[in-house]
């Protein structure tokens, strides 16, 4: 599908985070600068940065968690900048989230029966159509129908994960922000998750804001892809382009420092280091780059 063809989900212009200071007098501290990136209706938006670049804070904007001090956020062409309390919740059904920790994400006492039941009762669910969907939902994301009057203790990561979407995906959302989803998971387990949020994209359509320090993760599950580095978006476009060849010094040394387990793609990736630096010689990346 064309970008063109999408039609924009999400829209973020010139979006200004900043968190109050602490203490007195402390001055705010500035988050995001001018940050504008737009979805489209079953898109994937990934979103790459170092630690600290601003990621999870533009995904918690989205979702009314962070303090929008300019710009503004159009969700389905509502302004959602400054939503109220009754908006979110209305918003709520079309908007989700899954966190990084499926260990602290799911509340330890319940059953999995009840961590699924609980979005569809807030809102106004009836017990019979949401036992109905409870049971769709566990077969989306390949769990035993057993597994409903278990608690999240009993499961493994990946499982735990794939109770936290299932719960995502109650209310059949439009978006998706998932910050770092896969990042707690052993790698085969980050592979079927990774696999799991592409099929549930094929079947329902919905949209991603992927958040995610691994560029290869990235790569693999986005259409798009923005890099932020300090709170600025430093470029964006195609994850075919971004990942491989990136124009911005900073995307491209994120590139090289990351692993590589295919030893041809290594040695395309060699040569590509030994190249840039060449070209560049730029301190930075000869840094980044190691030996
Ligand atoms: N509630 C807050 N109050 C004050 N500063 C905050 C708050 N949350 C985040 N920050 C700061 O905002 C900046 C961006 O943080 P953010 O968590 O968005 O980055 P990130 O790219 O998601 O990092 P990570 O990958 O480590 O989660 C950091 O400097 C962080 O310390």
Known sequence: MTDAARGDLLVVDDLIVEYPGKGFRAKPFRALTDVSIRIGQGETLGLVGESGSGKTTLGRAVLGLAPVTGGRITFEGEDISHASRKQRQKLSRDLQVVFQDPYTSLNPAMEIGEILAEPLTIQGIGPAE?????????????????????????????????????????????????????????????????????????????????????????????????????????EQGPASQVTVAPQHPYTQRLLLASPVPDPDRQEVRRANRRRLLDEQKNPDLVAAAGS
Not at 182 to 198: K, M, P, W
């Open 130 to 234: 949401s036992k109905a969907r409870i049971k769709e939902l566990l077969d989306h994301v390949n769990l035993p129908s057993d597994a409903l009057h278990r608690q999240p203790r009993e499961f493994s990561g990946g499982q735990r994960q794939r109770v936290a979407i299932a719960r995502a995906l109650a209310l059949s959302p439009k978006l998706i922000v998932c910050d770092e989803p896969v990042s707690a998971l052993d790698l085969t387990t980050q592979a079927r998750v990774l696999d799991l949020f592409l099929q549930i994209q094929q079947d329902t359509g919905v949209s991603y804001l992927f958040v995610s320090h691994d560029l290869d993760v990235v790569r693999h599950i986005s259409h798009r892809v923005a890099v932020m580095y300090h709170g600025e978006i430093v």
